[in-house]
């Protein structure tokens, strides 16, 4: 019987790169684009008891199929443990076999951060030179390392209200321009990714450039927010998922008051890589509503499992007797 | 940070045992019945190209969360491959934290089994002295372990179109009463467990004892139905879940036909064993109609991850980072 792959957090992290993962979150878009992909909606375990919650992310993509299992426990980092943690199960679509289990934790990560890659690939002005980054945590670094792949960038204004963590950034990544900033200067910037996981919105609509591109990331639950809503108003609104978008993404507060309508949304990220919808016209400003769709996972998910098997990265086990 | 221990099929072999999942079995049908615990419906991912489905199961238990992942690919024995074949994720519900995977395919069989044997216990005669079995493949094999832990059997009457599984069971249980019977023999046991994939069923009305008591495990999915219809109107007919088993339990062919209705269910197990519904009454025919649970699953992963911790057994890494 073929073996099954175990690829710890400390396995990933050898053989992850943002621009591998550009490359199969694209795909993964377009083939959604292409209506080839099969994602029933997530399957949500809560556990008001605990202050926690779970979601099964199941995904099929030409080729590859597989779950997503992550679990949400805002109170976990005062015990020293991340608040959101995945596993992925990576399936071979032919029989069910289980190729491999893997950290999902920072392939959430990444695939987040390609996903707006893609976006501001396909949305933002070809000759974008400023990247605003609105909070500088984890997924900022995402947005961050995808975006600079993409764009020529002369100027990284980052705002947080946690300061340490912009210092981190630049430690990170001394050869990129990372400057500390006032949020309304890192709102004006010619691409702006927002990742900060507040309930009232903090970017305002008299801050934002013309020809501006925002990836909206923070937003994942009903009742978070983080643009004004005179923005998504006044934008090309892209979604990644329609039903998961108007559930818990950035539009959903404004849905909910009325200020936005589900029919006001432009196009789907996937419908907008294939080109069945165009991109941006001139100087508009266009939004990126990402929630995170499981073929993200899965397309990055196939991508590893490759990688590792090729240089025989991590365990292999006789898990299935 | 915790580590997470990988069982495979080969450690789960040695430490699973038939009375210890009896007995975690029963617990999470009586806290199902007392409503304490949360399971969300099964989500399919359903792959018509490659002729198989997966199944996610989430499911908590106080103490207890996790998910199942198992898939269903019929084609698989031509290649050598199982048909069912199954991954769980077990979770610290307080965290999150995944503390064990490991392999769900032998749990699966073990805890349809023990669905079983709970069943009998509360509601086949307490003399119940002859075992039916029509099929013999492995979810007979696990009825056969259950039911003989908890019963004085004089005979064992196993019937299937295989007739090497039988000679298999023989031989695998030399202690036990076994004789190979014509189908009209071992549906006339006391007790009788069908565990065929059948579509039209198999088993009459007529060959029915009074006082019988039936497991009708095989009917998992619409379409599948292994018992005469006019066995369930004369039955007092038990459930796991009335959702699952209205949707794809040995009941769902009946109720599409109108041979029988949704409000003839009795009970379902978990209200039968917390006693809100009394069991059976002298001579009538019991019916449970199985579909398995999650919480079967984590329950039983729970009490396996306990018992391999306390042994030392399988391989614990640091999967998240």
Same mark, same amino acid.
């Given at each position: 019987?073929?073996?099954?792959?175990? %690829?710890?957090?400390?396995?990933?992290?050898?053989?992850? +790169?943002?621009? +591998?993962? %550009?490359?199969?979150?694209?795909? /993964?878009?377009?083939?959604?684009?292409?209506?080839? #992909?099969?994602?029933?909606?997530?399957?949500?375990?809560?556990?008001?008891?605990?202050?926690?919650?779970?979601?099964?992310?199941?995904?099929?993509?030409?080729?590859?199929?597989?779950?997503?299992?992550?679990?949400?426990?805002?109170?976990?980092?005062?015990?020293?443990?991340?608040?959101?943690?995945?596993?992925?199960?990576?399936?071979?679509? !032919?029989?069910?076999?289980?190729?491999?289990?893997? +950290?999902?934790?920072?392939?959430?990560?990444?695939?987040?951060?390609?996903?707006?890659?893609?976006?501001?690939?396909?949305?933002?002005?070809?000759?974008?030179?400023?990247?605003?980054?609105?909070?500088?945590?984890?997924?900022?670094? #995402?947005?961050?390392?995808?975006?600079? =792949?993409?764009?020529?960038?002369?100027?990284?204004?980052?705002?947080?209200?946690?300061?340490?963590?912009?210092?981190?950034?630049?430690?990170?990544?001394? !050869?990129?321009?990372?400057?500390?900033?006032?949020?309304?200067?890192?709102? /004006?910037?010619?691409?702006?990714? #927002?990742? #900060?996981?507040?309930?009232?919105?903090?970017?305002?609509?008299?801050?934002?450039?013309?020809?501006?591109?925002?990836?909206?990331?923070?937003?994942?639950?009903?009742?978070? =927010?983080?643009?004004?809503?005179?923005?998504?108003? +006044?934008?090309?609104?892209?979604? !990644?998922?329609?039903? =998961?978008?108007?559930?818990?993404?950035?539009?959903?507060?404004?849905?909910?008051?009325?200020?936005?309508?589900?029919?006001?949304?432009?196009?789907?990220?996937?419908?907008?890589?294939?080109?069945?919808?165009?991109?941006?016209?001139?100087?508009?400003?266009?939004?990126?509503?990402?929630?995170?769709?499981?073929?993200? !996972?899965?397309?990055?998910?196939?991508?590893?499992?490759?990688?590792?098997?090729? =240089?025989?990265?991590?365990?292999?086990?006789?898990?299935?007797?």
């Amino acid at each position: 019987m073929v073996k099954t792959r175990l %690829l710890a957090a400390s396995d990933i992290s050898k053989i992850i +790169d943002m621009r +591998d993962v %550009l490359e199969v979150v694209e795909d /993964a878009f377009r083939q959604y684009g292409l209506g080839k #992909t099969i994602m029933p909606p997530k399957l949500y375990l809560i556990l008001d008891k605990h202050s926690g919650d779970f979601r099964a992310m199941p995904a099929y993509i030409e080729g590859s199929a597989g779950l997503k299992w992550v679990s949400v426990y805002p109170n976990n980092p005062k015990k020293g443990i991340p608040t959101v943690m995945a596993m992925i199960i990576y399936n071979d679509p !032919d029989t069910g076999f289980p190729l491999a289990i893997m +950290d999902g934790t920072e392939i959430t990560n990444y695939r987040t951060g390609a996903g707006g890659g893609v976006a501001a690939k396909y949305l933002a002005r070809p000759n974008s030179k400023t990247l605003g980054l609105i909070g500088a945590g984890r997924q900022a670094k #995402t947005q961050l390392l995808a975006v600079s =792949q993409l764009f020529k960038l002369e100027s990284i204004l980052v705002w947080s209200h946690v300061k340490e963590e912009i210092e981190k950034l630049k430690i990170e990544y001394p !050869d990129l321009p990372i400057k500390s900033a006032r949020i309304e200067e890192a709102a /004006a910037c010619d691409i702006v990714c #927002t990742t #900060t996981p507040v309930r009232g919105f903090i970017v305002k609509r008299e801050w934002i450039s013309k020809g501006a591109h925002i990836n909206a990331i923070g937003a994942d639950a009903p009742g978070k =927010q983080e643009l004004e809503p005179t923005i998504l108003r +006044d934008a090309k609104v892209v979604v !990644d998922d329609v039903a =998961q978008a108007t559930h818990s993404g950035e539009i959903n507060v404004a849905i909910k008051r009325g200020l936005f309508k589900k029919s006001e949304i432009y196009a789907t990220l996937g419908e907008i890589v294939t080109g069945t919808k165009k991109g941006r016209v001139a100087d508009e400003i266009t939004v990126f509503d990402s929630t995170g769709l499981a073929i993200q !996972d899965i397309a990055t998910a196939k991508m590893l499992f490759e990688k590792a098997k090729a =240089q025989d990265i991590g365990h292999e086990f006789n898990v299935i007797g």
